[in-house]
């Protein structure tokens, strides 16, 4: 009987740092109790081959590596692109049957991408190079795989937290060497329930809104003759913005804004939570939620009216807590998921009129691992 291997990679929550990790900056998240598994057997062959539970079986020829334009947005190119920086690095890879069940849920906001990404690394690091790859590097791997073969121009974050757990901050400032620390703090003793809620917005068709991000960010960047926002000098910024604004336009503008802010919060959010102090943490999360929503502009799409499920699920949170607890954008942004942080004895009174207002299920409570 063949052998069989056992895999499996997390989803992850962002905590902090709404979109900085492509311009180079800061961010707080945590691997949470939701995962991507796997089990594997070598078949003999150079065919790769994932049966992912709900969805149609995928094939990949390792003897073709290369990105393919038919692939866009689809799980071969992820699988294709990690197996090319495997092979890339040398290692010899041979084929496989991997059977693969998940409980991040698609479309969470949980990066259920990422973690799919980490857990083909996991298999080919195991498997044919004997582990030598670092979690750094397998998350490395997965945005090359997300950005050259799948086409989508994410950062790092999501990977990161997947691949090297439990609750992290990573600087990307120099994103082939991010710094990665772990914080180490319990959410369980902080008397409240972390939850995401699904708006039941969908994903489709947004990736053009997506891309927008990082590339007016890095418009107001190259005003300095700088390539990442990272790199720009906030005073110098403050300086030319009239300048700026006619050079980019406002939202190219507001976005970095949101940036620089968003960047120094993170760093608030660690202190916080080094210091024992939720409340200020719980602030710092709420500001992010209002700068994401007013500033970065990622909670409803450039002209939508009659659809706008993220910025009634906000503004529905914000009435439910009155005052306690935080609620901000998570991931992405535009459709998905809020994060919020509910009050111990008043979570299941929050789940009902939530349940009410938006559907059954739509509150999924996290656990981070």
């Given at each position: 009987?063949?052998?069989?291997?056992?895999?499996?990679?997390?989803?992850?929550?962002?905590?902090?740092?709404?979109?900085?990790?492509?311009?180079?900056?800061?961010?707080?998240?945590?691997?949470?109790?939701?995962?991507?598994?796997?089990?594997?057997?070598?078949?003999?062959?150079?065919?790769?081959?994932?049966?992912?539970?709900?969805?149609?079986?995928?094939?990949?020829?390792?003897?073709?590596?290369?990105?393919?334009?038919?692939?866009?947005?689809?799980?071969?190119?992820?699988?294709?692109?990690?197996?090319?920086?495997?092979?890339?690095?040398?290692?010899?890879?041979?084929?496989?049957?991997?059977?693969?069940?998940?409980?991040?849920?698609?479309?969470?906001?949980?990066?259920?991408?990422?973690?799919?990404?980490?857990?083909?690394?996991?298999?080919?690091?195991?498997?044919?190079?004997?582990?030598?790859?670092?979690a750094i590097e397998i998350a490395q791997i997965g945005q090359y795989?997300?950005?050259?073969?799948?086409?989508?121009?994410?950062?790092?974050?999501?990977?990161?937290?997947?691949?090297?757990?439990?609750?992290?901050?990573?600087?990307?400032?120099?994103?082939?060497?991010?710094?990665?620390?772990?914080?180490?703090?319990?959410?369980?003793?902080?008397?409240?329930?972390?939850?995401?809620?699904?708006?039941?917005?969908?994903?489709?068709?947004?990736?053009?809104?997506?891309?927008?991000?990082?590339?007016?960010?890095?418009?107001?960047?190259?005003?300095?003759?700088?390539?990442?926002?990272?790199?720009?000098?906030?005073?110098?910024?403050?300086?030319?913005?009239?300048?700026?604004?006619?050079?980019?336009?406002?939202?190219?503008?507001?976005?970095?804004?949101?940036?620089?802010?968003?960047?120094?919060?993170?760093?608030?959010?660690?202190?916080?939570?080094?210091?024992?102090?939720?409340?200020?943490?719980?602030?710092?999360?709420?500001?992010?939620?209002?700068?994401?929503?007013?500033?970065?502009?990622?909670?409803?799409?450039?002209?939508?009216?009659?659809?706008?499920?993220?910025?009634?699920?906000?503004?529905?949170?914000?009435?439910?807590?009155?005052?306690?607890?935080?609620?901000?954008?998570?991931?992405?942004?535009?459709?998905?998921?809020?994060?919020?942080?509910?009050?111990?004895?008043?979570?299941?009174?929050?789940?009902?009129?939530?349940?009410?207002?938006?559907?059954?299920?739509?509150?999924?409570?996290?656990?981070?691992?």
């Open positions: 009987m063949d052998k069989v291997y056992h895999f499996s990679a997390p989803g992850r929550t962002e905590i902090g740092g709404n979109h900085t990790d492509h311009q180079h900056g800061c961010v707080i998240a945590a691997a949470v109790d939701m995962e991507t598994m796997a089990e594997v057997t070598l078949n003999g062959t150079n065919v790769i081959r994932v049966d992912s539970e709900g969805y149609r079986p995928v094939e990949i020829d390792l003897g073709d590596l290369n990105a393919k334009e038919s692939e866009r947005n689809t799980t071969a190119a992820l699988i294709r692109g990690v197996a090319a920086a495997f092979a890339q690095r040398g290692y010899k890879l041979a084929g496989f049957d991997a059977k693969v069940k998940s409980t991040v849920l698609p479309g969470s906001g949980l990066s259920s991408s990422a973690a799919f990404e980490v857990l083909i690394g996991r298999i080919l690091n195991g498997l044919f190079a004997n582990n030598a790859v670092s795989a997300e950005n050259v073969y799948y086409g989508k121009p994410s950062g790092l974050m999501d990977q990161m937290a997947s691949s090297v757990g439990g609750l992290v901050f990573i600087d990307f400032n120099d994103p082939k060497t991010p710094i990665v620390e772990k914080v180490d703090y319990d959410f369980v003793h902080s008397g409240y329930t972390l939850c995401t809620i699904d708006s039941g917005a969908d994903h489709a068709d947004l990736t053009d809104e997506y891309a927008a991000m990082p590339i007016e960010m890095k418009k107001v960047a190259k005003f300095f003759g700088k390539e990442f926002l990272r790199e720009v000098d906030e005073q110098e910024f403050y300086a030319k913005i009239a300048e700026i604004r006619k050079e980019t336009g406002d939202r190219a503008v507001l976005r970095a804004i949101h940036f620089f802010n968003e960047n120094r919060r993170v760093q608030l959010q660690v202190r916080a939570l080094k210091n024992d102090n939720f409340d200020a943490f719980l602030h710092y999360v709420n500001e992010s939620g209002m700068a994401s929503w007013t500033l970065l502009q990622n909670v409803t799409p450039a002209g939508y009216i009659e659809k706008q499920d993220m910025a009634f699920t906000i503004a529905l949170c914000q009435q439910l807590l009155g005052g306690e607890g935080a609620v901000r954008i998570h991931g992405g942004g535009f459709a998905g998921t809020a994060l919020v942080f509910v009050p111990n004895n008043r979570f299941e009174q929050f789940k009902d009129k939530i349940d009410a207002a938006i559907g059954v299920n739509a509150v999924h409570k996290l656990i981070i691992q």
